[in-house]
């Protein structure tokens, strides 16, 4: 499916449906800050912990853009796993890679995260990108346990979140300055209420604190942010050498 420019007008709760798979590009890339470069720091970030001969996952891997450029440094010396639950971002996905996929370099899996990642998968780097926070909060500690449970010694999980501020002002600041970039970049005051609207209860963030105590609580042994604007942060975390 081909990416479209993004103009739509979103219902009263939020899906990954059809729409949103034509224009999710373009809506990322209008919507993150600094969105190539954190692109970027992902990649070069996840690069330093692929050990060969093994799998690479991205867990909500809507159209692959986090494993593209992985796929092109490592290729078929790494296997490369794409997990996701939205049927229209799966087949993006799958048409995307798809001689990859003949070839068995890479799998693209409809998976709940609920359940942990997929058994007999011991992989050395496991992405995560705004992905998280579209998960119910009770489940997290439990993914991020059997994130670190799953990957190899010497492994790593990279994380981008959306985040709230320590306190309410602050927060408030953030958010303002986040809007304006939204409106810098094209979108209208109604289309940015219409999405804030869509995504309450849907997207629920938390502090960057409560992430890092939630990947330190899961055994990994170093974090560190790499990558930060206003709202919006990036962390790796290393699981410690056996």
Same mark, same amino acid.
């Given at each position: 499916?081909?990416?479209?420019?993004?103009?739509?007008?979103?219902?009263?709760?939020?899906?990954?449906?059809?729409?949103?798979?034509?224009?999710?590009?373009?809506?990322?890339?209008?919507?993150?800050?600094?969105?190539?470069?954190?692109?970027?720091?992902?990649?070069?970030?996840?690069?330093?912990?692929?050990?060969?001969?093994?799998?690479?996952?991205?867990?909500?891997?809507?159209?692959?853009?986090?494993?593209?450029?992985?796929?092109?440094?490592?290729?078929?010396?790494?296997?490369?796993m794409?997990?996701?639950?939205?049927?229209?971002?799966?087949? !993006?996905? =799958?048409?995307?890679?798809?001689?990859w996929?003949?070839?068995? $370099?890479?799998?693209? &899996?409809?998976?709940? #995260?609920?359940?942990?990642?997929?058994?007999?998968?011991?992989?050395?780097?496991?992405?995560?990108v705004?992905?998280?926070?579209?998960?119910?909060?009770?489940?997290?500690?439990?993914?991020?346990?059997?994130?670190?449970?799953?990957?190899?010694?010497?492994?790593?999980?990279?994380?981008?979140?959306?985040?709230?501020g320590?306190?309410?002002?602050?927060?408030?600041?953030?958010?303002?300055?986040?809007?304006?970039?939204?409106?810098?970049?094209?979108?209208?005051?109604?289309?940015? !209420?219409r =999405?804030?609207?869509?995504?309450?209860?849907?997207?629920?963030? $938390?502090?960057?604190? &409560?992430?890092?105590? #939630?990947?330190?609580?899961?055994?990994?042994?170093?974090?560190?942010?790499?990558?930060?604007?206003?709202?919006?942060?990036?962390?790796?975390?290393?699981?410690?050498?056996?």
């Amino acid at each position: 499916m081909q990416a479209q420019i993004d103009h739509v007008q979103p219902g009263a709760k939020w899906q990954f449906d059809g729409d949103v798979t034509a224009v999710f590009d373009d809506m990322l890339s209008r919507s993150i800050p600094q969105y190539e470069v954190m692109r970027a720091a992902v990649t070069d970030v996840a690069a330093r912990y692929v050990q060969p001969n093994t799998h690479i996952v991205d867990i909500g891997c809507s159209r692959g853009e986090a494993l593209a450029p992985l796929l092109d440094r490592f290729g078929a010396a790494n296997r490369f796993m794409g997990l996701d639950v939205s049927d229209p971002m799966i087949q !993006a996905a =799958k048409d995307r890679f798809k001689g990859w996929i003949d070839n068995g $370099v890479v799998n693209i &899996w409809k998976h709940d #995260l609920r359940n942990g990642l997929p058994p007999n998968v011991l992989p050395s780097v496991v992405l995560s990108v705004l992905t998280l926070q579209f998960t119910p909060i009770e489940y997290r500690q439990k993914i991020v346990r059997s994130v670190y449970k799953r990957l190899r010694p010497g492994g790593a999980f990279i994380l981008v979140e959306k985040i709230l501020g320590e306190c309410a002002d602050l927060d408030d600041l953030m958010v303002e300055i986040y809007y304006a970039m939204k409106h810098a970049n094209g979108y209208t005051a109604d289309d940015i !209420a219409r =999405k804030r609207m869509s995504l309450e209860g849907v997207l629920v963030p $938390v502090t960057a604190k &409560w992430n890092e105590q #939630l990947l330190q609580s899961a055994g990994f042994c170093e974090v560190d942010c790499f990558w930060r604007w206003m709202n919006f942060a990036g962390w790796v975390a290393v699981k410690g050498e056996v």
